[in-house]
């Protein structure tokens, strides 16, 4: 048997036909760039995440880079976020010559912990730049009452969390600004890139709609300076169709963690393998569902591949240990929860049509495994 860590061509066949019309659709308007879809994407996920403004862009990292091109940070300023990310939310800092500021995680959810970022504030803060990892948000609370008292906006990177909640607040819609990805693998995933931003504030709505064509509101007339960040209305339109069957799929996914839990408990491994853990009162979308394995991680890793069970490291190096990151001059040791969560995690398959055939086999192949 062979267990992918993700295969996207079940969804794809149960959605083939809706899919396909939808797409003929956008090609007999001939209107490809922020057509129709696109505007009513816009609304539908404004009422999904419960926002009052939605602008669709190119990707996840163009909507991190708009995020802070509209709260004006710049160069000099910092921003402070998660080193246990995927590479986009602090690079968007670095290119307005900004400087990403770390704050180590949680060891338990993988998130920014809320207790580490006072001590990081200083003058130059401009924002805090939490990210949801695996699906799960982070703890806000405490998180939006350090944003007030030090009056910096908060940024959710929600990439990987639409659907989310924390104590009943969906994913972006608790930050001043949140960022969403419609990459494929993302648990809803376009044809190719895309991207979306949801705030509650009209002005800076506004201005991400200028923002994303050039920073023109009438054409050929600017502003300011955007970028070119736009979305396919064909993205948008294969996006609706998915839209509807989202909740649908984040029950299945959590089906599976649940499933993962409970085949764990029964398997008395030899080694110790903690399975993810779900804060009280969110929604944990299952995203990815990541396992702490302290010890032989790297030869599980092998033993799985070579039975046939995909995984992936989600990931293997942290922010501040990146090269291109050497200039902010971290050094190792400096987020030991961060270091040590890239050391020991590592995500197994679950997506929506994953069967139960399928996880007992990578259970079983995780059991069967010897030092
Ligand atoms: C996927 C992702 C992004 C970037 O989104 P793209 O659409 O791939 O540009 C940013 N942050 C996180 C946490 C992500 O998982």
Known sequence: MKVPLLDLRAQHESLRDELLAAIHQ?????????????????????????????????????????????????????VITSPFTFFATAAAVSRLRARPV???????????DPAAIEAAITPRTRAIMPVHLYGQCTEMIPLLEISERHHLPVIEDAAQAIGSEDRGRPAGSMGKIACFSFYPTKNLGGAGDGGLLTTDDSELAQ??????????????????????????????????????YLNGWTTERQKKAQRYNQLFQEAK??????????????RHIFHQYVVRISQHRDAIIKHLDQKGVGTKIYYPVPLHRQDCFEYLGYKEG?????????????????FPELTEEQQRYVVDA??????
Request: with cysteine; proline share 4%.
């Open 366 to 371: 995780i059991s069967s495994f010897r030092a």
């Open 207 to 244: 201005r991400l709609r200028t923002l994303r064509v050039h920073g023109g509101d009438k054409e050929y007339h600017h502003r300011e300076i955007g970028i070119n960040s736009r979305l396919d209305t064909l993205q948008a339109a294969v996006l609706r169709v998915k839209l509807k």
């Open 334 to 350: 400096e987020f030991p929860e961060a270091e040590r969560a890239a050391s020991e995690t590592l995500a197994l398959p679950c």
């Open 102 to 112: 770390f704050v180590d995680i949680d060891p338990l959810t993988y998130n920014i």
């Open 26 to 78: 956008v090609m007999d308007t001939q209107q490809f760039v922020l057509g129709p879809d696109v505007q009513a994407l816009e609304d539908e996920i404004c009422r999904y995440t419960r926002t009052r403004h939605a602008v669709g862009c190119a990707s996840g990292s163009d909507a991190i880079l708009l995020a802070l091109m509209v709260l004006g940070v710049t160069a000099g300023d910092e």
């Open 269 to 282: 491994l030899e080694f110790e393998l903690i399975p993810p853990f779900v804060r009280e009162e969110t």
